[in-house]
């Protein structure tokens, strides 16, 4: 038996024998609480006497994503026949079916479910569990980066973008900027509201992720207008109107910058090194000795040759490691760059690829089925379903962040797949009056704390 082995079960061991608590409102039940009670508060769009409520409709599909089910279909055909499970857990009432869901979704406007996000956040503030994910100065990194959620060469919806391909066919397809709050020490990251990018109502020009990342820093500074936050993006943002936009929400940037998309930028370092204004330094990594970190770095050069009153600095770096891999990365941010700090802004800007790692394949390969079309519909079903993934995927980041009784479950199980299963397992063997019953069930598997239905 292996050293990890033989701690994974005096790990265990402890868990077990432990008297576990849970935080007050830090948990699966109280985040499902809140949001039927925000779900509760969304205009139904439909007739006063509809027999199923919008609410019951919205927590439904939210216990879709948070049970991982496939489809529209196996979900409704596990728990229909026995939904008791489905009301003490989530607290629906009225279970619809596939089309039902589909039909009474489509008429949401995905703008109502940005309450529930904030919801969630506000309670990791309040419960000072945010503080986990502080970078430098009581800063946080906010990770920005866009993602395909459809793409289709025949079926399509009024909010479908059209590209023609190579072949000459025409493609119509959906994406989503993703927003991401995470830290370079921690697997966790918290999900923000995304922004749709779609076609927008009344225009008649394609939408992009320039266009949605412009209104997403404008939701975002009205919703967080005191949050500090540092944005970490890839090489497409590195654009003076972006900067502009970051600038103007007060929004500091870590922003990768690639030699050949900034010609004049990297011209400008070599200058600075001609004339002894760059910075040039090696230094061991703190905690893997046989990596060796090297950077340049140069503070107020142009951004490129149009916009030479745009001033950043320019960070290059390069990692080699003890088998001579060496790996290049580079950036420009409006922080200044010091020796004290560089290694800090590194870590930040190689960060960035938590919202690809950690959030989209997460979300594309761990149960989530990002991708998946569980429904494009005629107005907003895609947007609605992907917002309410998003929640799913929010609650299990924060239960994973926070919450005791996850982290114990978690632990007791192979992998995360592994968990979700034995979650959807309790979930269909037994009358399961909340999560934190399923949770005590899975960690301890000789006594189910919850009556048997069968």
């Given at each position: 038996m292996t050293s990890k082995s033989i701690l994974r079960k005096k790990l265990l061991a402890k868990i077990h024998n432990e008297n576990i608590k849970l935080r007050k409102h830090l948990n699966f039940d109280a985040f499902a609480k809140t949001l039927r009670q925000d779900f509760e508060k969304i205009p139904d769009h439909r007739a006063k006497n509809a027999s199923i409520p919008l609410s019951d409709a919205l927590m439904s599909g939210f216990a879709m994503f948070s049970l991982k089910a496939p489809s529209l279909l196996a979900f409704e055909e596990r728990w229909r026949e026995d939904p008791v499970s489905l009301h003490g857990v989530y607290g629906v009432v009225n279970i619809p079916c596939d089309s039902q869901m589909r039909t009474i979704c489509d008429e949401v406007d995905p703008k109502f479910l940005r309450k529930s996000f904030r919801s969630i956040f506000r309670q990791l503030q309040r419960g000072k569990a945010l503080e986990q994910m502080t970078w430098r100065d009581d800063h946080y990194l906010l990770a920005l980066d866009g993602t395909g959620i459809y793409s289709s060469e025949k079926v399509s919806s009024p909010y479908c973008l059209k590209k023609t391909k190579r072949n000459g066919r025409e493609e119509y397809y959906q994406q989503m900027l993703g927003a991401a709050i995470v830290h370079p020490d921690r697997r966790e990251v918290i999900p923000?509201?995304?922004?749709?990018?779609?076609?927008?109502?009344?225009?008649?020009?394609?939408?992009?992720?320039?266009?949605?990342?412009?209104?997403?820093?404008?939701?975002?500074r009205r919703e967080h207008p005191h949050l500090k936050c540092v944005v970490i993006e890839?090489?497409?943002?590195?654009?003076?109107?972006?900067i502009a936009d970051l600038r103007e929400y007060g929004l500091p940037f870590i922003l990768g910058a690639k030699p050949g998309d900034h010609a004049f930028l990297f011209e400008q370092m070599d200058l600075a090194e001609e004339c002894g204004e760059a910075v040039e330094l090696?230094?061991?990594?703190?905690?893997?000795?046989?990596?060796?970190?090297?950077?340049?770095?140069?503070?107020?050069?142009?951004?490129n040759k149009s916009n030479q009153d745009v001033l950043v600095n320019l960070l290059e770096y390069w990692q080699v490691?003890?088998?001579?891999?060496?790996?290049?990365?580079?950036?420009?941010?409006?922080?200044?760059?010091?020796?004290?700090?560089?290694?800090?802004i590194m870590r930040a800007g190689r960060a960035r690829w938590r919202i690809e790692n950690e959030t989209f394949n997460t979300l594309k390969n761990q149960g989530y089925n990002l991708g998946h079309n569980y429904g494009l519909g005629k107005k907003h079903l895609s947007s609605v379903f992907v917002h309410l993934?998003?929640?799913?995927?929010?609650?299990?980041?924060?239960?994973?962040?926070c919450c005791p009784l996850f982290?114990?479950?978690r632990m007791s199980c192979r992998c995360q797949m592994s968990l979700w299963e034995k979650i959807r397992s309790k979930f269909n063997q037994f009358i399961c009056p909340s999560m934190e019953a399923i949770l005590r069930a899975v960690i301890d598997k000789k006594k189910i704390p919850i009556p048997s239905s069968r």
């Amino acid at each position: 038996m292996t050293s990890k082995s033989i701690l994974r079960k005096k790990l265990l061991a402890k868990i077990h024998n432990e008297n576990i608590k849970l935080r007050k409102h830090l948990n699966f039940d109280a985040f499902a609480k809140t949001l039927r009670q925000d779900f509760e508060k969304i205009p139904d769009h439909r007739a006063k006497n509809a027999s199923i409520p919008l609410s019951d409709a919205l927590m439904s599909g939210f216990a879709m994503f948070s049970l991982k089910a496939p489809s529209l279909l196996a979900f409704e055909e596990r728990w229909r026949e026995d939904p008791v499970s489905l009301h003490g857990v989530y607290g629906v009432v009225n279970i619809p079916c596939d089309s039902q869901m589909r039909t009474i979704c489509d008429e949401v406007d995905p703008k109502f479910l940005r309450k529930s996000f904030r919801s969630i956040f506000r309670q990791l503030q309040r419960g000072k569990a945010l503080e986990q994910m502080t970078w430098r100065d009581d800063h946080y990194l906010l990770a920005l980066d866009g993602t395909g959620i459809y793409s289709s060469e025949k079926v399509s919806s009024p909010y479908c973008l059209k590209k023609t391909k190579r072949n000459g066919r025409e493609e119509y397809y959906q994406q989503m900027l993703g927003a991401a709050i995470v830290h370079p020490d921690r697997r966790e990251v918290i999900p923000l509201c995304p922004e749709m990018i779609v076609q927008q109502d009344g225009t008649t020009k394609q939408d992009c992720e320039r266009k949605a990342a412009k209104r997403f820093l404008a939701e975002f500074r009205r919703e967080h207008p005191h949050l500090k936050c540092v944005v970490i993006e890839d090489g497409i943002s590195s654009n003076a109107p972006h900067i502009a936009d970051l600038r103007e929400y007060g929004l500091p940037f870590i922003l990768g910058a690639k030699p050949g998309d900034h010609a004049f930028l990297f011209e400008q370092m070599d200058l600075a090194e001609e004339c002894g204004e760059a910075v040039e330094l090696s230094k061991s990594d703190p905690i893997k000795k046989d990596i060796l970190h090297t950077y340049r770095f140069v503070n107020g050069v142009p951004l490129n040759k149009s916009n030479q009153d745009v001033l950043v600095n320019l960070l290059e770096y390069w990692q080699v490691d003890g088998k001579g891999k060496l790996i290049r990365f580079s950036w420009v941010t409006d922080l200044e760059i010091t020796k004290e700090n560089v290694y800090d802004i590194m870590r930040a800007g190689r960060a960035r690829w938590r919202i690809e790692n950690e959030t989209f394949n997460t979300l594309k390969n761990q149960g989530y089925n990002l991708g998946h079309n569980y429904g494009l519909g005629k107005k907003h079903l895609s947007s609605v379903f992907v917002h309410l993934m998003m929640l799913a995927f929010l609650v299990d980041q924060v239960q994973q962040l926070c919450c005791p009784l996850f982290q114990a479950a978690r632990m007791s199980c192979r992998c995360q797949m592994s968990l979700w299963e034995k979650i959807r397992s309790k979930f269909n063997q037994f009358i399961c009056p909340s999560m934190e019953a399923i949770l005590r069930a899975v960690i301890d598997k000789k006594k189910i704390p919850i009556p048997s239905s069968r």
